[in-house]
Nanobody
Framework: QLQLVESGGGLVQAGGSLRLSCAAS????????MGWYLQAPGKQRELVAD???????NYADSVKSRFTISRDNARNTINLQMNSLKPEDTAVYYC?????????????WGQGTQVTVSS
């Protein structure tokens, strides 16, 4: 059974940093794009950043130059280094991955991790 497990969320003051991690496990054949999404209260889920298997990255305009996504294909993990955090970055952050397993193919989601930035 495929699992995406996030870690690293928490409470930080504005201007601080956090590092999120996500590990995929299960009967994985291959993983294409992996990424991070956020969902603030009362709003739709939106892309923060994603990365292809080949290392091509894509960022939301709001996080460019502040956040960095990285990936370890051998370990099926991605990280999101978040610097210069702002109160408006407060949200639940979800890991997502386009995964092929022995039974399924398509996007899967983690449970989410809360990031709270105080002013």
């Amino acid at each position: 059974q495929l699992q995406l497990v996030e870690s690293g969320g928490g409470l930080v003051q504005a201007g601080g940093s956090l590092r999120l991690s996500c590990a995929a496990s299960g009967s994985i054949i291959s993983i294409n794009t992996m990424g991070w999404y956020l969902q603030a209260p009362g709003k739709q889920r939106e892309l923060v950043a994603d990365i292809t298997r080949g290392g091509i990255t894509n960022y939301a305009d709001s996080v460019k130059s502040r956040f960095t996504i990285s990936r370890d294909n051998a370990r099926n993990t991605i990280n999101l280094q978040m610097n210069s955090l702002k109160p408006e970055d407060t949200a639940v952050y979800y890991c997502a991955a386009d995964v092929r397993t022995i039974r399924t193919a398509g996007y899967s989601w983690g449970q989410g991790t809360q990031v709270t930035v105080s002013s």
